[in-house]
Nanobody, 124 residues
Framework: HVVESGGGSVHPGGSLTLSCTAS????????IAWFRQAPGKEREGVSC????????????DYAAFVKGRFTISRDSAKNIVYLQMNNLQSEDTAVYYC???????????????WGQGTQVTVST
């Protein structure tokens, strides 16, 4: 059971931090990805991070359109994965989904567990 939280409405240039938590799953053992879907658009990958302790050991990757603005991180003690989003722009408006899977990938098909999504709205 994956749950996202932290969405909301902000002005352009603002920041939000999304959280992803899961019951029954130790997130450190899994790759985590954030996807988003804007109205009328296809779902797209935003960021992904590999599981900890493996050969990739928590390596993170970002889509080009968020690189330098978004940061994915883990809090192992709390079993939470965050997506810190800075300098948000109107084009970042979307429903953001957390996905949990066996390895880090930009393919949504890789992920076995999904949250219900959290709305992020950026407007003046």
């Amino acid at each position: 059971h994956v749950v996202e939280s932290g969405g909301g409405s902000v002005h352009p240039g603002g920041s939000l931090t999304l959280s992803c938590t899961a019951s029954g799953l130790t997130l450190d053992y899994y790759a985590i990805a954030w996807f988003r879907q804007a109205p009328g658009k296809e779902r797209e990958g935003v960021s992904c991070v590999s599981s900890t302790g493996g050969s990739s050991d928590g390596a993170a990757d970002y889509a080009a359109f968020v690189k330098g603005r978004f940061t994915i991180s883990r809090d192992s003690a709390k079993n939470i994965v965050y997506l810190q989003m800075n300098n948000l722009q109107s084009e970042d408006t979307a429903v953001y989904y957390c996905a949990v899977g066996p390895w880090s990938s930009w393919s949504a098909d890789n992920y076995d567990y999904w949250g219900q999504g959290t709305q992020v709205t950026v407007s003046t």
